[in-house]
């Protein structure tokens, strides 16, 4: 069965040490058991759910149950939603774990970055500050934003303060360095987006 994609959480970063004792970062994720609970065809392409965490249905509102009972699978705090090419050898039901992934495969990774608040221009844009001296009334100020009375508006995407982080964003290329089928591990070269316990989807390439 083709690799469509897992489901994890981020467990956390350390290091290890390869043939020539060279430090490599890795990022520690426990990915799956996913089970697709929906699959879905349509004219160019087809989508797949996973369902990820069982919970038990109590923790689940009802009206969500009846995703789990039309299928009978059991209930999934995650549903999340894969794009795929073909669905020939995927059924309902299926699992999902490291093992479809190889050692040396090359991996996107999709999640929520972390959350800094608001921010002003210098941190969120890399804005250059004013003159802190010489009487200078402008340190951190945005400056002009826009024209006069023509055409008397600021356009749309101008770069302001604002809130920084807390947004989907996509990294690509990681490298699968190491594999735990037991305790279901997946150790991925350098760095992921979000904190310790982030929900994160794996995408082979």
Same mark, same amino acid.
């Given at each position: #069965?083709?690799?469509?994609?897992?489901?994890?959480?981020?467990?956390? #970063?350390?290091?290890? %040490? $390869?043939?020539?004792?060279?430090?490599?970062?890795?990022?520690?994720? +426990?990915? @799956?058991?996913?089970?697709?609970?929906?699959?879905? $065809?349509?004219?160019?392409?087809? &989508?797949?759910?996973?369902?990820?965490?069982?919970?038990?249905?109590?923790?689940?509102?009802?009206?969500?149950? @009846?995703?789990?009972?039309?299928?009978?699978?059991?209930?999934?705090?995650?549903?999340?939603?894969? +794009? &795929?090419?073909?669905?020939?050898?995927?059924?309902?039901?299926?699992?999902?774990?490291?093992?479809? %992934?190889?050692?040396?495969?090359?991996?996107?990774?999709?999640?929520?970055?972390?959350?800094? @608040?608001?921010?002003? /221009?210098?941190?969120?844009?890399?804005?250059?500050?004013?003159p802190m001296s010489h009487g200078s009334k402008n340190h951190k100020g945005p400056g002009s934003i826009g024209q006069g009375s023509t055409p008397a508006r600021v356009f749309p995407g101008k770069k302001m303060s604002g809130r920084l982080g807390n947004? %989907?964003?996509?990294?690509?290329?990681? $490298?699968? #360095?190491? /594999?735990?089928? $037991?305790?279901?591990? /997946?150790?991925?070269?350098?760095? &992921?987006?979000?904190?310790?316990?982030?929900?994160?989807?794996?995408?082979?390439?």
């Amino acid at each position: #069965m083709a690799t469509v994609g897992l489901l994890a959480r981020t467990v956390g #970063m350390t290091q290890i %040490f $390869d043939d020539a004792d060279n430090v490599i970062p890795v990022t520690i994720l +426990r990915a @799956g058991p996913c089970i697709i609970t929906k699959i879905v $065809d349509y004219k160019f392409h087809s &989508v797949i759910q996973l369902g990820f965490e069982q919970v038990e249905p109590k923790h689940i509102k009802k009206p969500n149950l @009846g995703v789990f009972h039309k299928s009978g699978l059991p209930a999934f705090r995650v549903l999340k939603e894969f +794009r &795929v090419d073909s669905t020939d050898n995927l059924n309902v039901g299926d699992k999902l774990d490291v093992s479809s %992934f190889e050692l040396g495969a090359k991996i996107n990774v999709v999640g929520k970055t972390v959350g800094k @608040g608001y921010s002003g /221009l210098q941190k969120r844009h890399n804005f250059t500050r004013g003159p802190m001296s010489h009487g200078s009334k402008n340190h951190k100020g945005p400056g002009s934003i826009g024209q006069g009375s023509t055409p008397a508006r600021v356009f749309p995407g101008k770069k302001m303060s604002g809130r920084l982080g807390n947004s %989907f964003a996509t990294i690509k290329n990681l $490298d699968v #360095m190491a /594999l735990n089928q $037991d305790n279901n591990l /997946l150790v991925i070269k350098g760095s &992921v987006q979000g904190k310790p316990g982030s929900l994160i989807k794996v995408i082979q390439n």
